[in-house]
Every structure is written in structure tokens, then in C-alpha cells.
């Protein structure tokens, strides 16, 4: 039989087939051959013996959240606890595009917020990306109901720091789901990490992935990744004079033209400045 993994507890995959879940183990040649499970991954089953026998090629692989067969990401984000920010998104989006991966922006908690400029500055900005974003808090049923029509025949993973509301998003659009919701902690200044693992929950011919949260750093995003894959961007380094071009001072760059003449964003420049200033590059943390 053919199937989806949707969780994974130790070892023992859940396995999504027909409307039916199994739990079945990995046949010990799937190891050999060199073949990982994730979840998300579509397999073939014996549903007597409950043995996964083999593993179709995964159309993509994600390291963070660790899933494959990604359709879209929902990046998730808070506008207060933990804040907004603006550098974090764009560093989501850039990941997203590594990964050819197309994605949405979801921004929770806006019930906390006084005075939504920022927040609306930043949408207008993404919106002329070709970004979808929506703002949205629990019980807004309005939002909820604009979100719900973006994830229906899709794989749609949940992404975004710990207590920014990924969980809380997956009970408002449906209530059944029953996902754990964590607290967000002051004196930490974070959520407590609640949800553990990766889990694809059945979504109208699709599916719903609520993920553990983590940290930007753990995203592996480098100098070289952000000139090529930062939102608006992409393929214009093919344009630049240095086929390495960084989007800086070098002579000819076809960016920094877009960005005079006004076809791109100046606040995103300066974002992406920043972000090019703090991460490594790909080629020296390898050589050393
Ligand atoms: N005021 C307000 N609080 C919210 C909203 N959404 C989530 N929260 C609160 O944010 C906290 C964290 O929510 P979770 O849904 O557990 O966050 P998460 O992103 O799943 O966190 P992890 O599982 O740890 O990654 C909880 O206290 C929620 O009640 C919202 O729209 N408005
Ligand atoms: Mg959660
Ligand atoms: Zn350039």
C-alpha cells in the first residue's frame, strides 16, 4: 500500500493512508540502501506484516522543521511576545526560496498590538513581492477563514520561533485538532517549546504540519544564500557584473540598479545589509 508518514515517535512511523492511520516499523534493508525516513516522506506498506518496504523520492527535504514533500510553507511570526521582527521574516523568506519552497506570512496576536503602521508597512512591502500576508489573532474568525483558503490539496508546513501561536493557528482552524498550546515566558523572553515533533494532520485532500519552534540560527543561511535567495532578488545576481556579486559596492549591480530606480524597496535594502553583515560565509566556515 502507498501512504504518507505523519509522525514519527521513536522510531515507530505513523503512516496516513485512505483516511486510515498504521503505525509500522522500517524494513532493516530500507537502512542499507541509504534511504532516511521523514515525515511528510510517501512510502509503500505492507499493512499486515506493518513493515515500510520503500521510500519514493522526495520531491524536496527540509532540515528545519525536518520534512519532506513541502507544497508550502506558513511562516508564522508574532507581533508581540516575542516582537515582531522584520529581519527574522525576511531571513524565513530567503530560506523559503533556497529551498524553492512558496510560502505565505502569517503575523498572531495582533489583539496585542496598539497601532498596527509598522505592521502594515511591512505587509505593503511583502505584498509587492508577490507575498501573501495575513494578520490574524484567536478568534478573528474573519482571517482565520482567509488563511484556511490558501491551505486546502497542499502539504503546509507551520514555521516560526517557539510561542509566536503555530499551534494556537492549527486549533482555530479546526478546533478538533486538539494541539498542546504553550505559555510564553516573560523572563525568558521566548515560548517554552511545546510542540516536540514534526506531525502532518489531515487537512481537506492535504495536510496541516505543526512544527517545534527554534531559533534563527539555527537556520544554516549564508552570505552567498541571501544574495541569491533574499525575497525580490532572485536570479538578478545573474545580472550583476561579479558573478559573486554581494550587492554592496561592487561595480554593476544589477540590485542595487533596482533599488535606484525604485523597483525595489529601500527599508528591505537595508535589512538585507544587516543580515549580509552578520552571517558567515558559505566557503570559509567550510574550509577551516
Ligand atoms: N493574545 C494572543 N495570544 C496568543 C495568540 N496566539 C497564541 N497566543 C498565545 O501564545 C502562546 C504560545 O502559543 P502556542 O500556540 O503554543 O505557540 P507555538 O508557536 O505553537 O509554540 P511552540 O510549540 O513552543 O513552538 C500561548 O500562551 C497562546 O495562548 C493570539 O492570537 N493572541
Ligand atoms: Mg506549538
Ligand atoms: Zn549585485
Known amino acids: 500500500m502507498e501512504g504518507k508518514i505523519v509522525a514519527n515517535n521513536a522510531g515507530i512511523y505513523t503512516i496516513y493512508s485512505s483516511g486510515v492511520n ?6 532493516g534493508s530500507l537502512k542499507f540502501k541509504n ?36 507544497d ?18 525576511y531571513k524565513f523568506l530567503t530560506y523559503a526560496n533556497m529551498n524553492a519552497v512558496p510560502s505565505v506570512i502569517v503575523l498572531t496576536k495582533i489583539d496585542m498590538l496598539t497601532g498596527l503602521t509598522k505592521v502594515n508597512e511591512l505587509k505593503s512591502d511583502l505584498e ?12 478573528d ?10 491551505l486546502d490539496n497542499k502539504v503546509n508546513i507551520i514555521m516560526g520561533q517557539t510561542g509566536v501561536g503555530k499551534s494556537s493557528l492549527i486549533n482555530e482552524i479546526d478546533p478538533s485538532y486538539s494541539r498542546h498550546i504553550g505559555e510564553y515566558s516573560t523572563a525568558l523572553g521566548r515560548g517554552k517549546h ?5 506531525i502532518l494532520l489531515p487537512y481537506l485532500n492535504g495536510f496541516i504540519g505543526d512544527t517545534p519552534g527554534f531559533s534563527s540560527l539555527e537556520l544554516d543561511i549564508f552570505k ?62 567550510y574550509s577551516k
Open 141 to 150: 474568525e474573519n482571517s482565520i477563514s482567509e488563511i484556511k483558503k490558501v
Open 224 to 285: 552567498e544564500d541571501i544574495a541569491h535567495y533574499f525575497p525580490g532578488y532572485n536570479d538578478l545576481y545573474l545580472n550583476c557584473y561579479f558573478s559573486d556579486c554581494l550587492h554592496q559596492n561592487e561595480k554593476e549591480c544589477a540590485v542595487k540598479k533596482e533599488i535606484e530606480t525604485g523597483k525595489l524597496s529601500k527599508s528591505a535594502y537595508q535589512i538585507y545589509l544587516k543580515l549580509l553583515n552578520e552571517l558567515p560565509y558559505r566557503k570559509e566556515r
Open 22 to 27: 498504521y503505525n509500522v516499523f522500517p524494513k
Open 72 to 89: 508550502q510553507l506558513i511562516i508564522v511570526m508574532s507581533v508581540v511576545e516575542p516582537n515582531l521582527s522584520e529581519e527574522l521574516i
Open 35 to 70: 534511504k532516511h525516513l521523514n515525515v511528510g516522506d510517501d512510502v509503500i506498506f505492507d499493512d499486515e506484516t506493518l513493515v515500510i518496504i520503500d521510500v519514493k523520492d522526495k520531491k524536496n527535504e527540509l532540515i528545519r522543521p525536518r520534512c519532506s514533500n513541502v
Open 128 to 139: 509587492k513581492l508577490g507575498i501573501k500576508v495575513f494578520l490574524t489573532s484567536n478568534k
Open 194 to 198: 511545546k510542540t516536540k515533533e514534526v
